[in-house]
Nanobody, 128 residues
Framework: HVQLVESGGGSVQAGGSLRLSCVVSNSRYHEYCMGWFRQGSGKEREVVASIDGNGFTGYADSVKGRFRTTKDNAKTTLYLQMNSLKPEDTGMYYC???????????????????????WGQGTQVTVS
């Protein structure tokens, strides 16, 4: 069983920055693949970042060069640093882990399948 708690969202002006955090209750999951996806109003889920068990990261084209995800192993916390924010970045952001833990990350399309992954309640990001 795993619980994920996201925080750090808020309202910012375009060009601003936010840092999201995700605390993982089960440290085993923190050692493996983790990621972030977002969902804007009326939009489909979009994976924006992932980090695998080796620490290799992947990003959606829409956020490449602006977002960076890192892990703090001591705190079992995943972070998403978001810079140069744009209005189109607005949405609910979720921390996600594959069910059972996976060293490598799944394809982004599979990462938002609720049958295969776990995520928290999300944190709202609004960019105006």
């Amino acid at each position: 069983h795993v619980q994920l708690v996201e925080s750090g969202g808020g309202s910012v002006q375009a060009g601003g920055s936010l840092r999201l955090s995700c605390v993982v209750s089960n440290s085993r999951y923190h050692e493996y693949c983790m990621g972030w996806f977002r969902q804007g109003s009326g939009k489909e889920r979009e994976v924006v970042a992932s980090i695998d068990g080796n620490g290799f990261t992947g990003y959606a084209d829409s956020v490449k060069g602006r977002f960076r995800t890192t892990k703090d192993n001591a705190k079992t916390t995943l972070y998403l640093q978001m810079n140069s924010l744009k209005p189109e970045d607005t949405g609910m952001y979720y921390c996600v882990v594959p069910d059972g833990g996976r060293w490598s990350c799944p394809d982004f399309d599979d990462f938002v399948d609720p049958r295969l992954n776990h995520w928290g309640q999300g944190t709202q990001v609004t960019v105006s």
